[in-house]
């Protein structure tokens, strides 16, 4: 049962473009969601998070919106960048004593070609 | 500020074998994760330590695996006898706090595991 899924495998954007990262889940419990990006050999890198309070958090070029009633989320990149090109991760967790137990999509594989 | 600090980065091995990882987290951080990324998937948590109290191990294959946090510092995960199905790569990670509070997961580079 996968609770948290990534529904597209791979995304290829040009540099300057915007690149929308999409992720669903199932679980209604999940109150906090954050989003990762991994490169090659190297471990997860925390980008952005969103409690469900909110359904809009920025940090510079990076934008999380949070659509409760769809169960969706969504990581927005402007502009985007080749540097940017990496596999990111969304990742949900229940509160209380869970907020540790994140729960991890399968991933998306962003290409941001110059 | 030095990162999770994990040893080794690869590791081959043959079935049936037994295998160690290491971890040291961020300094002063309380919270140690252990996750197993099979290709192509995401993280998926293992165990979950608090100072050096076990807060989750649902999904520890107990059988097989064990961990430990000792000294509510550095952290071992053992795979005995390991299988084909343990390829993965091993992931720690570190938080400041932990149970209750959402907060950001910190990950160390990993540890390649090929069963042969």
């Known amino acids: 049962d996968q609770q948290v899924k990534q529904n597209s495998p791979s995304l290829s954007v040009q540099e300057g473009r915007i690149s929308i990262l999409n992720c669903d889940y199932t679980n209604s419990m999940f109150d906090y969601f954050l989003w990762y990006k991994k490169y090659p050999a190297e471990g997860p890198t925390f980008l952005i998070s969103?409690?469900?309070?909110?359904d809009k958090n920025e940090d510079g070029r990076f934008t999380v919106f949070l659509n409760k009633s769809a169960k969706h989320l969504s990581l927005h990149i402007v502009p985007s960048q080749p540097g940017d090109s990496a596999v990111y991760f969304c990742?949900?967790?229940?509160?209380?004593?869970?907020?540790?137990?994140?729960?991890f999509g399968q991933g998306t594989i962003l290409t941001v070609h110059p | 500020e030095a990162g999770v600090a994990q040893s080794p980065r690869y590791k081959i091995i043959e079935k049936r074998q037994s295998v160690a990882f290491w971890c040291n987290p961020i300094s002063g951080h309380a919270t140690l994760y252990w996750y197993q990324q099979i290709l192509g998937q995401g993280p998926k948590l293992l165990i979950q330590?608090?100072?050096?109290?076990?807060?989750?191990d649902s999904q520890l294959p107990k059988d097989r695996f064990s961990a430990e946090r000792l000294k509510g510092v550095d952290s071992t995960l053992k795979i005995q006898p390991a299988k084909l199905e343990d390829s993965a790569v091993y992931l720690c990670?570190?938080?400041?706090?932990?149970?209750?509070?959402?907060?950001?997961?910190?990950f160390g580079p990993g540890t390649r595991l090929l069963v042969l």
């Open positions: 330590f608090q100072n050096n109290g076990v807060v989750d």
């Open positions: 990742a949900a967790s229940a509160g209380g004593t869970s907020y540790g137990k994140l729960t």
């Open positions: 990670a570190s938080s400041l706090r932990g149970a209750g509070v959402p907060e950001t997961q910190y």
């Open positions: 969103i409690s469900s309070i909110k």
